[in-house]
């Protein structure tokens, strides 16, 4: 499959988004956090989550951001396979999410959401690289919990995954550098 993605076996990916993926991770996870402590009976606010996320991106994705912050260009092969991450992570949500929108059970909705996102990062391992798999894995586990521990408040959940993304945030954004890495 990553051959049919454009990948190169004598390619050598190197991981030059850190920092970008770093600031979009502090800056969304403080958005999760501020939405959920203000969620009320949709358990994540929409009208602070909305536009957190747009102008979040906007800040952390547009190309002088990224060209101060990159410490070189992703291949081709890269730019397909995060973009192929961002579109599975809107068909997971509608999947996932998508049926609870008939009872409109904001909890379901938003741990859906959540759990589309955290399995959305390992696909991103072949554009950040490993940091990829340990918070995907955490955000997953945290989102299951959240569905399986329902006497456990949403709060708790919500709040445990900006913490998460915040973390790694900090971590890609301040501590990691570029690495690279050869997919056998």
């Known amino acids: 499959m990553l051959k049919w993605l454009g990948y190169d076996t004598d390619e050598v990916l190197t991981f ?5 993926c770093g600031l ?5 996870g403080l ?8 969620g009320g009976n949709m358990s994540l606010n929409p009208f602070i989550f909305a536009p957190g996320y747009a102008i979040g991106f906007i ?12 410490t070189g260009p992703s291949s081709a092969f890269q730019n397909k396979i995060g973009n192929l991450a961002i579109v599975s992570m809107f068909v997971l949500m509608i999947f996932i999410s998508g ?9 379901m909705i938003w741990l859906g959401t959540l759990l589309a996102t ?16 340990f918070i995907g894995t955490l955000c997953t586990i945290s989102a299951v919990l959240g569905m ?10 919500g709040i445990a995954d900006g913490f ?18 050869r997919i056998k």
């Open 31 to 38: 958005v999760i956090s501020s939405a959920t402590i203000f």
């Open 24 to 28: 979009w991770f502090c800056m969304i």
């Open 118 to 133: 955290g399995l959305h990062f390992f696909p991103f391992y072949f554009v950040v690289g490993k940091s990829m798999i």
């Open 59 to 70: 800040i952390s994705h547009n190309r002088k951001m990224e060209a101060r912050l990159s």
């Open 148 to 157: 399986i521990l329902i006497d456990v408040p949403f709060m708790f959940f």
């Open 99 to 107: 049926p609870f929108f008939i009872s409109m059970n904001w909890r």
């Open 164 to 181: 998460i993304k915040i973390s790694f945030g900090i971590y890609l954004f301040f501590f990691s550098k570029p690495s690279t890495n």
């Open 16 to 20: 030059n988004a850190k920092r970008v």
